[in-house]
């Protein structure tokens, strides 16, 4: 029948339908930010429920009521698979306008020509206040003179400790040196053969991270007065006395003193150890009073920080989260907007208090939701120290993570693992 | 002066038709399946055949991804054959295949075999021992690490009961590797038994009852009878579960991050490291070359071992 389709006609059209289609799929441009008709895109790893209520219900409706016509999609996601996510989204021209990174990523993102430099903006603008941001939290951000983010949080580390267990030891104040450190730590150990019941001091959890063991190494090493790369980052400083004293006496803890052990004690869930009354003492942020808050509150008036201890210096690390304005966004001025909004006091203090975050600026030191405690972490601040300014630190962590390793395990003597490391780590250097 | 063309046959032919020569054409079914096929084929190029020839020309450049490929020669594999850590994790792949292949494939086999017997509750225990393929790598290894875990682990506190000391299961380089071929065999036994009932549901019935009546014992039966008649499938089975393991990553991911000593980092967490951690993108892609080239190498020799040999 005429205008009838027959089914050899029909599969030819399906068919040749749908390679036109797929050409056309391939031919498609990938979408690049679009800041400029004030669609916003912002990428959040710092996920918590608490942060996505704080900013699906107040900071961007905020933003969109000053900003008439604007709207954010915000792209939830978490550390795990964050530095995949935004890899291959620099690769694919698919960036979000606006994203958050960690603490390593500033010298990264201006190596990459990732970030846009915000100086210019940051000049011009009367009304931003930069100068509310630590000296430290400034130059952390400011690459070879280009401010490439703005930071958001900073995760300061302090000695947190249980108080009734020190108590019952017999000490009624907490250690501001290494020796009276190790003396606490000796006294609060409670072993059964083998097994720890109680850590002295925790070093590590036993989770298979092998970032777990030099993130609080590098803080001993900063105690000791140590350096991790020389000042001008083109030589690893491991090898140097003063780092080793830092690995020698860790490894003390661990082997000659007992006090902790290694692999250390695993957290329970969310609990972590000391919150769990499982150690007596734990370098750690603020993070601490949160979840001590959440899920053990009744060891809030038991856990305490106290300011950072004296080995050779008083001094603790500090990592800086910060936003970064894509390099790709379409209209940097407008994504710039969009940062400077989230960053500025009001709304840095309903981020900040939503997760407990340590804020970077000094007019939030008195917020409402600061408690006493967290005062004590912020007075940690002055004795910080940040990464240094290496973009490829992640790959110069990894010999770090191998050699402790064997160092805390006995297998090594500390003198030939800080050789190796340093030997391994300058061998990545001489190759970039 | 005129020049008279001389005339060929085919001029001299009736003038072709071609629009009816097209219609045809288009009409034919060897046209229209060459249209459907055209859409399979350009992806299959674009998603997989592409990125095999890219990677291999990746290989030998340096990319960092902000900066166009440039030609570094062989570095890339010299790097492979004497870095210390991607040597070693080319010993912990194979260790890992060695250890996780023959077990996990035997396993599945007897596990297949004793599930195709008419037995009460047949059906629920073949979804029991697949329900570990539908689960998510994630899901299972948050699982696994519970019942791993040295203070608060299920494995632990069993061993516990009848006086063995807890283990460090996933911290211990002792002991690392030999937990993750556990996690990966209880992972891979539903699928592998599957394949396995199919194959055997394909032996003709026939041949069991001759050696029976032969007084072959049901041992008899499984390794002589049985077991050559599934030869090819054993050889599928190996071979993908060879695969398998050569690419388990969100295992590793999960649950050692290729620690401790690097006793658990594989070929295919060295290869993640250098592009994702470090952007050497030169790096990942020579060592994903040479795990092809083992792979290749792998399957060649359970070709060989395992082949039907009155086929071959």
Same mark, same amino acid.
């Given at each position: 029948?005429?205008?009838?389709?027959?089914?050899?006609?029909?599969?030819?059209?399906?068919?040749?339908?749908?390679?036109?289609?797929?050409?056309?799929?391939?031919?498609?441009?990938?979408?690049?930010?679009?800041?400029?008709?004030?669609?916003?895109?912002?990428?959040?790893?710092?996920?918590?429920?608490?942060?996505?209520?704080?900013?699906?219900?107040?900071?961007?409706?905020?933003?969109?009521?000053?900003?008439?016509?604007?709207?954010?999609?915000?792209?939830?996601?978490?550390?795990?698979?964050?530095?995949?996510?935004?890899?291959?989204?620099?690769?694919?021209?698919?960036?979000?306008?606006?994203?958050?990174?960690?603490?390593?990523?500033?010298?990264?993102?201006?190596?990459?020509?990732?970030?846009?430099? @915000?100086?210019?903006?940051?000049?011009? &603008?009367?009304?931003?206040? +930069? =100068?509310? !941001?630590? $000296?430290?939290? %400034? #130059?952390?951000?400011?690459?070879?003179?280009?401010?490439?983010?703005?930071?958001?949080?900073?995760?300061?580390?302090?000695?947190?400790?249980?108080?009734?267990? @020190?108590?019952?030891?017999?000490?009624? &104040?907490?250690?501001?040196? +290494? =020796?009276? !450190?190790? $003396?606490?730590? %000796? #006294?609060?150990?409670?072993?059964?053969?083998?097994?720890?019941?109680?850590?002295?001091?925790?070093?590590?959890?036993?989770?298979?991270?092998?970032?777990?063991?030099?993130?609080?190494?590098?803080?001993?090493?900063?105690?000791?007065?140590?350096?991790?790369?020389?000042?001008?980052?083109? #030589?690893?400083?491991?090898?140097?006395?003063?780092?080793?004293?830092?690995?020698?006496?860790?490894?003390?803890?661990?082997?000659?003193?007992?006090?902790?052990?290694?692999?250390?004690?695993?957290?329970?869930?969310?609990?972590?150890?000391?919150?769990?009354?499982?150690?007596?003492?734990?370098?750690?942020?603020?993070?601490?009073?949160?979840?001590?808050?959440?899920?053990?509150?009744?060891?809030?008036?038991?856990?305490?920080?106290?300011?950072?201890?004296?080995?050779?210096?008083?001094?603790?690390?500090?990592?800086?989260?910060?936003?970064?304005?894509?390099?790709?966004?379409?209209?940097?001025?407008?994504?710039?907007?969009?940062?400077?909004?989230?960053?500025?006091?009001?709304?840095?203090?309903?981020?900040?208090?939503?997760?407990?975050?340590?804020?970077?600026?000094?007019?939030?030191?008195?917020?409402?939701?600061?408690?006493?405690?967290?005062?004590?972490?912020?007075?940690?601040?002055?004795?910080?120290?940040?990464?240094?300014?290496?973009?490829?630190?992640?790959?110069?962590?990894?010999?770090?993570?191998?050699?402790?390793?064997?160092?805390?395990?006995?297998?090594?003597?500390?003198?030939?693992?800080?050789?190796?490391?340093?030997?391994?780590?300058?061998?990545?250097?001489?190759?970039? | 002066?005129?020049?008279?063309?001389?005339?060929?046959?085919?001029?001299?032919?009736?003038?072709?038709?071609?629009?009816?020569?097209?219609?045809?054409?288009?009409?034919?079914?060897?046209?229209?399946?060459?249209?459907?096929?055209?859409?399979?084929?350009?992806?299959?190029?674009?998603?997989?055949?592409?990125?095999?020839?890219?990677?291999?020309?990746?290989?030998?450049?340096?990319?960092?991804?902000?900066?166009?490929?440039?030609?570094?020669?062989?570095?890339?594999?010299?790097?492979?054959?004497?870095?210390?850590?991607?040597?070693?994790?080319?010993?912990?792949?194979?260790?890992?295949?060695?250890?996780?292949?023959?077990?996990?494939?035997?396993?599945?086999?007897?596990?297949?075999?004793?599930?195709?017997?008419?037995?009460?509750?047949?059906?629920?225990?073949?979804?029991?021992?697949?329900?570990?393929?539908?689960?998510?790598?994630?899901?299972?290894?948050?699982?696994?690490?519970?019942?791993?875990?040295?203070?608060?682990?299920?494995?632990?506190?069993?061993?516990?009961?009848?006086?063995?000391?807890?283990?460090?299961?996933?911290?211990?380089?002792?002991?690392?590797?030999?937990?993750?071929?556990?996690?990966?065999?209880?992972?891979?036994?539903?699928?592998?038994?599957?394949?396995?009932?199919?194959?055997?549901?394909?032996?003709?019935?026939?041949?069991?009852?001759?050696?029976?009546?032969?007084?072959?014992?049901?041992?008899?039966?499984?390794?002589?009878?049985?077991?050559?008649?599934?030869?090819?499938?054993?050889?599928?089975?190996?071979?993908?579960?060879?695969?398998?393991?050569?690419?388990?990553?969100?295992?590793?991911?999960?649950?050692?991050?290729?620690?401790?000593?690097?006793?658990?980092?594989?070929?295919?967490?060295?290869?993640?490291?250098?592009?994702?951690?470090?952007?050497?993108?030169?790096?990942?892609?020579?060592?994903?070359?040479?795990?092809?080239?083992?792979?290749?190498?792998?399957?060649?020799?359970?070709?060989?071992?395992?082949?039907?040999?009155?086929?071959?």
């Amino acid at each position: 029948m005429a205008g009838k389709l027959s089914r050899r006609d029909f599969l030819r059209i399906a068919a040749a339908s749908s390679t036109v289609a797929s050409v056309a799929l391939i031919g498609v441009r990938p979408i690049a930010a679009q800041a400029d008709a004030g669609q916003f895109s912002l990428a959040m790893v710092d996920w918590s429920d608490p942060v996505q209520t704080a900013f699906e219900e107040t900071i961007i409706p905020r933003f969109m009521e000053e900003n008439p016509g604007a709207s954010v999609t915000v792209n939830w996601t978490n550390w795990g698979r964050y530095n995949e996510e935004m890899t291959t989204a620099f690769a694919s021209g698919v960036t979000p306008d606006v994203f958050q990174g960690g603490a390593v990523w500033a010298p990264q993102m201006a190596r990459r020509n990732w970030a846009v430099p @915000l100086n210019d903006f940051i000049n011009a &603008d009367e009304e931003w206040d +930069w =100068d509310d !941001f630590p $000296a430290g939290l %400034q #130059a952390d951000v400011t690459i070879r003179g280009n401010i490439v983010a703005v930071p958001y949080r900073q995760d300061l580390r302090t000695l947190w400790y249980n108080k009734e267990m @020190l108590a019952e030891a017999g000490f009624d &104040d907490p250690p501001t040196t +290494w =020796d009276e !450190f190790l $003396a606490v730590a %000796q #006294a609060t150990t409670v072993r059964d053969g083998d097994a720890f019941d109680v850590e002295g001091y925790h070093f590590s959890d036993a989770s298979g991270n092998w970032q777990r063991d030099w993130q609080p190494f590098l803080m001993w090493v900063h105690m000791a007065d140590g350096q991790f790369l020389s000042d001008d980052l083109t #030589a690893c400083a491991l090898d140097q006395p003063k780092a080793l004293e830092a690995l020698e006496f860790l490894v003390a803890l661990v082997q000659e003193h007992e006090v902790t052990s290694y692999p250390g004690l695993d957290p329970q869930g969310d609990l972590n150890v000391l919150a769990g009354r499982n150690a007596a003492m734990q370098l750690s942020s603020a993070d601490m009073e949160r979840v001590i808050n959440l899920y053990a509150p009744d060891e809030q008036e038991t856990i305490y920080p106290t300011l950072p201890l004296t080995g050779n210096v008083q001094a603790t690390h500090s990592w800086v989260n910060k936003f970064f304005v894509s390099s790709q966004t379409s209209d940097a001025a407008a994504s710039w907007g969009l940062l400077r909004f989230m960053t500025r006091q009001d709304m840095l203090e309903v981020y900040s208090a939503s997760n407990n975050n340590t804020p970077p600026r000094l007019s939030l030191l008195d917020a409402e939701y600061m408690s006493e405690k967290h005062k004590i972490v912020l007075e940690s601040a002055v004795y910080a120290r940040t990464f240094p300014q290496h973009h490829n630190l992640i790959a110069l962590f990894r010999p770090i993570a191998a050699e402790l390793e064997q160092a805390l395990s006995g297998i090594k003597a500390p003198a030939d693992a800080l050789a190796d490391a340093t030997s391994a780590i300058n061998e990545i250097l001489a190759d970039e | 002066m005129s020049v008279a063309l001389k005339r060929s046959p085919l001029t001299d032919s009736a003038p072709v038709d071609w629009r009816q020569r097209i219609y045809q054409v288009m009409n034919s079914q060897a046209f229209v399946a060459l249209l459907f096929l055209l859409l399979p084929v350009a992806l299959l190029a674009a998603l997989k055949i592409w990125p095999v020839f890219y990677n291999l020309y990746l290989s030998f450049t340096r990319y960092e991804l902000f900066e166009p490929p440039r030609f570094y020669g062989l570095k890339n594999y010299s790097y492979v054959f004497t870095n210390s850590t991607v040597r070693q994790s080319i010993f912990n792949t194979l260790l890992f295949t060695i250890e996780a292949v023959p077990i996990g494939t035997a396993l599945a086999l007897v596990i297949a075999k004793l599930l195709n017997q008419s037995i009460r509750g047949r059906v629920f225990l073949r979804t029991l021992y697949y329900l570990p393929v539908v689960s998510s790598v994630v899901v299972s290894a948050m699982i696994w690490r519970w019942i791993y875990s040295p203070q608060h682990g299920l494995l632990n506190h069993l061993l516990g009961t009848v006086g063995i000391p807890p283990q460090n299961w996933l911290n211990d380089p002792n002991l690392a590797l030999i937990s993750l071929v556990i996690v990966t065999i209880w992972g891979s036994i539903g699928s592998n038994m599957v394949i396995f009932l199919a194959g055997l549901q394909d032996i003709p019935r026939d041949i069991i009852e001759a050696a029976r009546v032969d007084g072959a014992n049901a041992l008899q039966n499984f390794l002589l009878i049985t077991v050559p008649l599934l030869r090819p499938v054993i050889l599928f089975v190996v071979v993908t579960f060879t695969i398998s393991i050569f690419r388990n990553f969100g295992l590793i991911f999960m649950l050692t991050q290729g620690g401790p000593f690097n006793r658990t980092n594989t070929m295919v967490w060295e290869v993640y490291q250098n592009v994702f951690g470090y952007l050497r993108f030169g790096r990942g892609a020579a060592i994903s070359v040479v795990m092809l080239l083992i792979v290749l190498v792998l399957t060649m020799i359970s070709f060989r071992v395992l082949r039907d040999r009155q086929g071959a």
